[in-house]
Nanobody
């Protein structure tokens, strides 16, 4: 079992920045990779970014060049640095971890970008 706790969401003006954190606990040695999804009201949950155990990252085209994912293995935490935020980035952001093919999710953190 893996438990994920997100933090760092909030309200920011367009063009601003936020950093989300996701702290993992439990069977963290079994995690294959971690990442972020987001879900805006009335929309499906969309993939945002992924980071592997080796530190390789991938990003959705909509956030590429603006968002950066990183990890601190000593703290069992991954981060999503979000710059140049746009109103369309407004969503609940969910951290996830893949463990032996099973997905684990955090509770989500709200990000609201005002125009």
């Amino acid at each position: 079992q893996v438990r994920l706790v997100e933090s760092g969401g909030g309200l920011v003006q367009a063009g601003g920045s936020l950093r989300l954190s996701c702290a993992a606990s439990g069977s963290i040695f079994s995690i294959n990779y971690m990442g972020w999804y987001r879900q805006a009201p009335g929309n499906q949950r969309d993939w945002v970014a992924t980071i592997t155990n080796g530190g390789s990252t991938n990003y959705a085209d909509s956030v590429k060049g603006r968002f950066t994912m990183s990890r601190d293995n000593a703290k069992n935490t991954v981060y999503l640095q979000m710059n140049s935020l746009k109103p369309e980035d407004t969503a609940v952001y969910f951290c996830y971890a893949v463990v032996r093919g099973d997905n684990y999710w955090g509770q989500g953190t709200q990000v609201t970008v005002s125009s």
